[in-house]
């Protein structure tokens, strides 16, 4: 009955596209829709295609280096992409992350940060979550003196429905070692992350 393919599939080996699908046509017939309309019939397919796209993440490989020259100061990465999903409505979230660290005996690869950040955005889940769970992995992945992750997002579940608190965005942030302890480092890393 649902022809549409998805051009993009998003890996989890759990997933079942079909049975997704069914689930989609389900819950648009129960909430009145009538499916046989002509922009309808393919909706199912693409809804389950979509949710499941927003909501696996890309594998990816942590490439670390020595930190040869001894660099001590901060290591920030600023206004990456985040999109993502509330655990509650399954409605998109999306705003920046920055991220920082004050190395130790290993750097990280630059690109690392923003595909650290796509990893675990790519699941519903909450704000505070995400932004301890990619300050956590860098934390675990370098041993680094410090680690701090801010991030800005609006949440449309707010916005377009519910509250429609449009424009309205809500910081998290997750900040160890110096970072969290030493006054001149915590307020340079704020500091940065406010755009100075
Ligand atoms: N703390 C936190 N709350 C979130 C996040 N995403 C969505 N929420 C909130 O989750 C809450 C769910 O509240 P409920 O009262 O159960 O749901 P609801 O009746 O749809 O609430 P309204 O959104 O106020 O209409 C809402 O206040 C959302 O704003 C998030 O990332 N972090
Ligand atoms: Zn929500």
């Known amino acids: 009955m649902h022809n549409w393919r998805p051009r993009v599939v998003a890996e989890r080996p759990t997933a079942d596209l079909a049975a997704a699908t069914d689930a989609a046509a389900a819950l648009l017939t129960a909430l009145g829709l009538d499916l046989t309309d002509e922009g309808l019939v393919e909706t199912p397919g693409r809804m389950a295609a979509t949710l499941l796209e927003m909501t696996s993440s890309p594998p990816f490989e942590l490439t670390t280096f020595p930190n040869d020259e001894g660099y001590d100061e901060l290591v920030m990465v600023r206004d990456i992409p985040v999109r993502s999903v509330c655990e509650h409505h399954v409605l998109p979230f999306v705003g920046v992350a920055h991220v920082g660290y004050l ?94």
């Open 103 to 196: 190395p130790g005996e290993r750097i990280l690869g630059l690109s690392k940060f923003a595909r650290m950040v796509e990893f675990h955005a790519r699941r519903p889940q909450t704000q505070e979550r995400l932004t301890k769970r990619i300050a956590d992995h860098l934390a675990s992945a370098l041993h680094p003196r410090g680690v701090g992750v801010v991030i800005h997002a609006e949440h449309t579940c707010m916005s377009i429905r519910g509250a429609l608190a449009v424009g309205a965005r809500t910081t998290t942030s997750a900040l160890f070692g110096l970072l969290r302890d030493d006054p001149r480092t915590r307020s340079e890393f704020l500091a940065l992350t406010r755009g100075a």
